[in-house]
Structure formats: C-alpha cells, structure tokens
C-alpha cells in the first residue's frame, strides 16, 4: 500500500513563509503527477499545484508567484514553498500523487493534510 506523509505545516504572520514536504512510501513502481490541494473551511477542497515526472508545474491563480511547487524524484518528495503568506491561504494542506503501485495498479492516493494558518 502507498502511503504519503506530509509535514511542514504550522502558524505564521501573513506575509511570513512556510514549506511543506509529502514523502511517498510503499510499493511504488512510478510517481506519476504529484501536487497540492487545500481545504478551507466550509470551502471545498481546490487544486493548488501540482508537477508532473517531467517537472511540468501548474499553479492556481490565487498562488502564481507566491507558491512554488518541485519534486525530488529519487525520493518520492514533493515539496510546496509558500511565501508572501496570506489569511485567505489558510487551509488543511492535502497532497496527492497518481501512482503506479507494486502489483501494476494505478492509483490515486492522498495525505491526511497538514495544517496551514496564517494570522493577520
């Protein structure tokens, strides 16, 4: 079974920076897309980056030049820096991978979320 452990997370004055990192483990043949997703709540749950194998990044309006998203392939990490910290960045942090897992199946696996609060 894949698993992805995310940490990073925590409080911080707006205008302040935080990173966040998601280590994959388990049976994992190949990482396929990999990125970041919060939850606000009330708020459903919306994309905030993700980077494909080949390092193709996309990025949500609301984060472009603020957030920047990398991935370390020999270690099944993605990573998520966020600067210029805002209140409306406030969420529980989900990441996500596409994997193909040990026993060739597909799978789209998720975090259990890590906490962001930004404080005005």
């Known amino acids: 079974q894949v698993q992805l452990v995310e940490s990073g997370g925590g409080v911080v004055q707006a205008g302040g920076s935080l990173r966040l990192s998601c280590s994959a483990s388990g049976r994992i043949i190949t990482l396929d897309r990999m990125g970041w997703y919060r939850q606000a709540p009330g708020k459903e749950r919306e994309l905030v980056a993700t980077?494909?194998?080949?390092?193709?990044?996309n990025y949500a309006d609301s984060v472009k030049g603020r957030f920047t998203i990398s991935r370390d392939s020999a270690k099944n990490t993605v990573l998520l820096q966020m600067i210029k910290l805002e209140p409306e960045d406030s969420a529980v942090y989900y990441c996500?991978?596409?994997?193909?897992?040990?026993?060739?199946?597909?799978?789209?696996?998720w975090g259990q979320g890590t906490q962001v609060t930004v404080s005005s």
């Open positions: 996500n991978a596409f994997v193909l897992s040990g026993d060739y199946v597909r799978q789209n696996v």
């Open positions: 980077i494909t194998s080949a390092q193709i990044t």
